[in-house]
């Protein structure tokens, strides 16, 4: 049998056999009934005990949604979603909120611990488990802990989750929520700020750089329930954070919707580096489940010489829609999105990123890494844009493609636009296949074809895991080997 | 010790090897010469596993075991080793780790512990001495940007880190200097031992003044038409294949 037909086989009969944390966690839990009217508005805003400003805000982002569509321009596929059919608040039964980690539900803390994310700070702080990280866990609609606080908060800053942020820091919250996505952005966006549940803010004071890498980990666990976390991250000027997010949710064979909206603040010369790992449930060979990943994120380079990095390893979710985007308004500000999004199976990703040079001198870096395997749809899509104020703007994009087999798509989408002639704007595109001249070599070496399909995928996408912290980038390239079981040959 | 019996192969239905008939006892190292099209690189890629070359009969044993059954990795932990005559280039792939990560498979499939990076670099890098290749060829990407010789000196870098049990080389030596062509030999002479076999398929006598066969055997249209001792290739070097092929028709 020819190769190509054999992989084809094996790609088929393997079901998404890696995907190790599709574990449910049994738990009470306090749920909202389905649907979504003002009164669902209300029961989130109460259960929050929200001031009046943010009920109205959502109520405003509510209005707005009515009026709108899904967008339809992704190159992505799916059955209606019915949005009354989705439970929008879902937290485990406990007190308001832990006041310490003692308080935190065992059971959480075992699915944390399942999930290999130590949220106990002495046994890390003893150096038993895990690297110095401070986590927020999100589990469905609220945060569960925070570890780390005291700590950091020595140093100023404050990190917490967003619905305590809007009790305890009423005004930072207040000045900069919704000032990078708008309410009324996109579809997805005006439905997270009518009922976004819980996320993490993040507050870094002038001049401080953050003393450990703040981590966020979400967790979908209901049924039938949409996550719709925000999170919100200012830099003041001068200081520099880097914040990483994780994502599971357990194995159903029905889909869930997760709508996040990111924003993120960095003033004069201040760094934000963004790192995610995106490994929601992929939904299964045959495209059953999985999370319908809509999600918004855009950081604002407000500062002068301010930075913004996004870093994305994208392997989960049965479709993958987001653009990680960087407004450069400051003079000088810098713009960077790399990205890994690899589909295989059934699943479809349309991901890339909008860099809009507003001020003089700024400059964005685009890599972009696509790897398509099975039936999936893997699409980048990138805007650059140089307004008329932004002399001296540049751009380089590089946007990479691998297939894996031959049913499998690969597409790139770039858009330019260009009002100031003094602009330089770089797009490099490549499409190549993973050979069986290349399979073959590696095999009459002695490695396996997954060990072999790991090692070139990991090399195409060196660029972009090399910019990750490293803990991440370990987990990262395990992750890409295990996504891609059975996809080769 | 590899037996081939009346080896027949195609390649997308076109016949190559039609009934090849070789023994290449352990300790031995034996030359296959031949003129171009005649099944020689058919021959390495069937013993090596490539899967888009179909055996239609035949047999080959390697140690008693059905070589032919086995996947290609499984050929490579058995001991195995294909020289490539067209070696690939793997993007993004650091040489060094490939290297590890190839020995380190194959030591696993022996049996034996694996190698930490400090441990492998250090044999590594005493192996691309004796092998006079510049230290940043471990540095940079399977055979990315390698020249023609750089690529072949690889191919037996790889041989000697991985240390096969049986070697096969496919026209290693062709487009390499003379100084290059020493270090090939070299290579496989460092390798010989007691278990150690070695299937060098060559156009050129000048590799074996260095690296002396028990044996040479002339490959044409897909048949052993002749086989003899060093002398044999002497003699194809002054007379040509033609006397040889004639003579067979």
């Given at each position: 049998m020819p190769a190509v037909a054999e992989t084809l086989e094996t790609v088929e009969s393997?079901?998404?056999?890696?995907?190790?944390?599709?574990f449910e966690t049994t738990i009470d839990m306090d749920v909202a009934p389905k649907g979504l009217t003002e009164d669902t508005i209300r029961l989130i805003s109460a259960r929050k005990g929200e001031p009046a400003w943010l009920l109205d805000w959502r109520f405003a982002a509510f209005a707005a949604w009515r009026k709108m569509e899904e967008p339809r321009w992704a190159r992505v596929h799916h059955t209606p979603?019915?949005?009354?059919?989705?439970?929008y608040y879902a937290a485990p039964?406990?007190?308001?909120?832990?006041?310490?980690?003692?308080?935190?539900d065992p059971e959480l803390l075992a699915t944390y611990e399942k999930l290999g994310i130590p949220l106990k700070e002495r046994a890390i702080l003893a150096g038993v488990?895990?690297?110095n990280v401070a986590v927020d866990a999100v589990f469905d609609s609220v945060s569960v802990a925070t570890t780390f606080r005291a700590t950091l908060a020595k140093s100023g800053v404050i990190f917490c989750p967003i619905s305590e942020a809007v009790r305890e820091h009423p005004d930072l919250v207040r000045q900069y929520l919704?000032?990078?996505?708008?309410?009324?952005?996109n579809f997805f966006s005006a439905l997270n700020s009518a009922v976004f549940t819980d996320g993490s803010f993040v507050y870094i004071p002038p001049g401080?750089?953050?003393p450990m890498e703040l981590s966020t980990y979400f967790r979908i666990n209901a049924r039938n329930t949409g996550q719709f976390e925000r999170t919100l991250i200012i830099a003041d000027a001068g200081a520099q954070v880097s914040y990483l997010e994780g994502c599971t949710a357990p194995q159903r064979d029905e889909n869930q919707l997760h709508a996040a909206v990111v924003e993120l603040i960095a003033l004069d010369d201040a760094k934000i580096k963004y790192s995610t790992v995106q490994n929601w449930y992929p939904g299964d060979a045959e495209g059953r489940g999985g999370i319908y990943n809509f999600v918004t994120k855009r950081g604002l380079c407000?500062?002068?010489r301010s930075r913004i990095s996004w870093t994305q390893v994208e392997t989960g979710s049965a479709i993958t829609w987001k653009y990680p985007s960087?407004?450069?308004?400051?003079?000088?500000s810098v713009g960077e999105f790399y990205s890994v999004a690899m589909t295989n199976h059934m699943q479809q990703a349309d991901t890339g990123t909008k860099m809009i040079h507003i001020g003089r001198d700024t400059r964005s870096t685009i890599v972009s890494k696509g790897i398509s395997a099975g039936k999936s749809d893997n699409t980048y899509r990138g805007l650059v844009r140089i307004g008329p104020?932004?002399?001296g703007a540049r751009n380089h994009t590089q946007c990479d493609s691998l297939l894996i087999g031959d049913r499998c798509g690969a597409h790139t989408v770039p858009y330019i636009e260009s009002r100031n002639p003094s602009a330089k704007v770089e797009h490099e595109a490549t499409t190549s296949k993973i050979s069986e001249d290349q399979m073959f070599y590696c095999r009459a070496r002695g490695l396996s074809q997954e060990d072999a399909v790991g090692l070139i995928v990991n090399g195409f996408c060196k660029e972009v895991l090399k910019e990750l912290p490293m803990e991440f980038a370990v987990e990262a390239q395990k992750l890409l080997a295990v996504s891609l079981e059975g996809s080769v040959g | 010790m590899l037996e081939i019996s009346g080896l027949a192969a195609s390649v997308e239905g076109t016949p190559i090897l039609r009934g090849i008939d070789l023994v290449v006892p352990s300790g031995e190292v034996h030359a296959i010469m031949g003129p171009n099209g005649s099944g020689k690189s058919t021959l390495s890629y069937v013993l090596a596993g490539r899967e888009d070359y179909t055996v239609t009969a035949g047999s080959v044993r390697f140690d008693g075991a059905d070589?032919?059954?086995?996947?290609p990795e499984m050929r490579a932990a058995a001991g195995v080793f294909l020289a490539f005559q067209a070696p690939v280039e793997l993007p993004g792939v650091n040489n060094a780790n490939f290297l590890r990560t190839a020995l380190n498979a194959i030591r696993r499939a022996r049996g034996e512990p694996e190698l930490d990076a400090v441990q492998f670099l250090k044999l590594a890098r005493a192996q691309s001495k004796a092998l006079a290749m510049p230290e940043d060829m471990l540095k940079r990407?399977?055979?990315?940007?390698?020249?023609g010789g750089e690529k072949k000196r690889n191919e037996v870098l790889q041989m000697a880190l991985l240390r096969p049990r049986l070697a096969i080389l496919d026209?290693?030596?062709?487009?390499?200097?003379i100084d290059a062509l020493r270090i090939v030999a070299d290579g496989v002479n460092a390798l010989r031992r007691p278990e150690f076999s070695a299937l060098v398929i060559t156009h050129h006598q000048r590799l074996l003044e260095r690296l002396v066969p028990d044996r040479v055997h002339v490959l044409a249209g897909g048949r052993i038409l002749r086989s003899g001792g060093p002398e044999l290739a002497r003699e194809l070097e002054t007379r040509g294949y033609g006397a040889i092929t004639a003579a067979a028709a």
């Open positions: 393997l079901a998404r056999s890696g995907y190790k944390f599709g979603i019915d949005y009354q059919d989705i439970h039964k406990a007190k308001a909120g832990p006041a310490s980690l003692d308080e935190v488990q895990g690297a919704g000032t990078v996505v708008p309410v009324a952005d401080v750089r953050c407000r500062g002068a960087c407004v450069l308004e400051g003079d000088g104020r932004a002399s | 070589l032919l059954a086995m996947e990407n399977v055979n990315v940007g390698f020249s026209e290693t030596d062709s487009g390499l200097d």
